[in-house]
């Protein structure tokens, strides 16, 4: 019974959705500070544009890219990471981290954060939640709380962009279905620590 596949594939589920249910628990409490507010949308939805647009209205804004930096490789991701630089304000300082958590605690400025979904893109990669490294759940799990901990504390107006994912069909594929669990989770404990929460649907806005 111990090398039963069905078993070994029960217990991984359970694993991958207790990821985030601590992150759940624990921050459902009123942020503290500045203003924030989480803009949600699916592909192409205008949900940068939007978020970018709350911003504009600030003299100094910082722009945090949590998504991997383009290279020669991928042409395509950098023609999109290329449009969305043209699209910023020249005046508007970029930072491309992976720790935006640190990057919203030392915030001096108007923060905003583009997006959510590609940052934690690379956080489970780091984790090795894709091979199922051993300790991953916990890992991510650090990291989320890390950033919503920070989310709540920020003291400066901050905007983060997401990915909305519960939407659509169950994905077909370990890495989808990890991904979509785990965003999920994410967008759920930044909402509970927001002042405002937005969806981006076709370019037009719901305020949740």
């Given at each position: 019974?111990?090398?039963?596949?069905?078993?070994?594939?029960?217990?991984f589920v359970a694993d991958r959705l207790e990821v985030g249910a601590t992150l759940l628990r624990s921050y459902?409490?009123?942020?503290?500070?500045?203003?924030?507010?989480?803009?949600?949308?699916?592909?192409?939805?205008?949900?940068?544009?939007?978020?970018?647009?709350?911003?504009?209205?600030?003299?100094?804004?910082?722009?945090?890219?949590?998504?991997?930096?383009?290279?020669?490789?991928?042409?395509?991701?950098?023609?999109?990471?290329?449009?969305?630089?043209?699209?910023?304000?020249?005046?508007?300082?970029?930072?491309?981290?992976?720790?935006?958590?640190?990057?919203?605690?030392?915030?001096?400025?108007?923060?905003?954060?583009?997006?959510?979904?590609?940052?934690?893109?690379?956080?489970?990669?780091?984790?090795?939640?894709?091979?199922?490294?051993?300790?991953?759940?916990?890992?991510?799990?650090?990291?989320?709380?890390?950033?919503?901990?920070?989310?709540?504390?920020?003291?400066?107006?901050?905007?983060?962009?997401?990915?909305e994912v519960g939407s659509g069909v169950v994905p077909d594929t370990?890495?989808?279905?990890?991904?979509?669990?785990?965003?999920?989770?994410?967008?759920?404990?930044?909402?509970?620590?927001?002042?405002?929460?937005?969806?981006?649907?076709?370019?037009?806005?719901?305020?949740?």
């Open positions: 019974m111990m090398n039963d596949p069905r078993r070994r594939v029960t217990e459902g409490r009123r942020a503290r500070g500045g203003r924030r507010t989480l803009v949600l949308g699916g592909v192409r939805s205008g949900k940068s544009r939007h978020a970018e647009q709350l911003m504009s209205g600030y003299r100094y804004v910082t722009y945090v890219a949590g998504s991997a930096p383009p290279t020669d490789d991928d042409p395509e991701w950098a023609a999109r990471v290329d449009a969305h630089r043209a699209r910023r304000p020249a005046h508007w300082r970029t930072v491309e981290t992976i720790d935006i958590a640190a990057t919203l605690r030392a915030a001096t400025a108007p923060t905003l954060i583009d997006c959510l979904g590609t940052w934690l893109t690379r956080v489970l990669d780091e984790v090795g939640a894709w091979e199922q490294r051993p300790g991953w759940q916990r890992a991510v799990d650090e990291r989320l709380q890390d950033f919503v901990d920070a989310w709540q504390n920020t003291s400066v107006p901050v905007v983060a962009v997401s990915n370990h890495a989808g279905r990890v991904f979509r669990d785990v965003l999920g989770a994410l967008n759920t404990a930044v909402a509970a620590g927001s002042d405002s929460v937005r969806l981006v649907v076709a370019g037009r806005v719901v305020y949740l």
